[in-house]
Nanobody, 122 residues
Framework: QVQLVESGGGLVQAGGSLRLSCAAS????????MGWFRQAPGKEREFAAA????????YYARSVKGRFTISRDNARNTVYLQMNSLKPEDTAVYYC???????????????WGQGTQVTVSS
C-alpha cells in the first residue's frame, strides 16, 4: 500500500502560481512513477502531468505544458507540481497518484490521494 496526501492548494488570481505537494508513505516511493490528475466541476478527471521513478522522463497534458512542472524528491518521498501562469480553467481538484510505470492512463494508477482544491479567479 502507498498512502498519498496532497497539499498546497488554494485560491489564486489568474496569472499567479501555486506549488502542490504530495507526500507518500508506505511502500518504497522511488519504485513508483507519479502522476497528477485534475477534475474540474462537472467534468471527468483528466491527466495533467507524470514523472518516472528516476525523474528523467516527464509527460504533460497539452493544456498545461510550458506552465506546469512536475518534479520529485525521492529522499523526501514527495512529488511536486509547480503551476505558473494559472488560468481560471485550471480550477479543479488536483489528485496525485502512483503507478508501476509512467503513464497518462488513469486506470493504470494504483494509488490515489484525496485531492486538493485549486481555484483560479479571473
Amino acid at each position: 500500500q502507498v498512502q498519498l496526501v496532497e497539499s498546497g492548494g488554494g485560491l489564486v488570481q489568474a496569472g499567479g502560481s501555486l506549488r502542490l505537494s504530495c507526500a507518500a508513505s508506505g511502500r518504497t516511493f522511488s519504485n513508483y512513477a507519479m502522476g497528477w490528475f485534475r477534475q474540474a466541476p462537472g467534468k471527468e478527471r483528466e491527466f495533467a502531468a507524470a514523472i518516472g521513478w528516476r525523474s528523467g522522463n516527464t509527460y504533460y497534458a497539452r493544456s498545461v505544458k510550458g506552465r506546469f512542472t512536475i518534479s520529485r524528491d525521492n529522499a523526501r518521498n514527495t512529488v511536486y507540481l509547480q503551476m505558473n501562469s494559472l488560468k481560471p480553467e485550471d480550477t479543479a481538484v488536483y489528485y496525485c497518484a502512483a503507478a508501476r510505470s509512467v503513464t497518462y492512463v488513469e486506470s493504470e494508477y494504483d494509488y490515489w490521494g484525496q485531492g486538493t482544491q485549486v481555484t483560479v479567479s479571473s
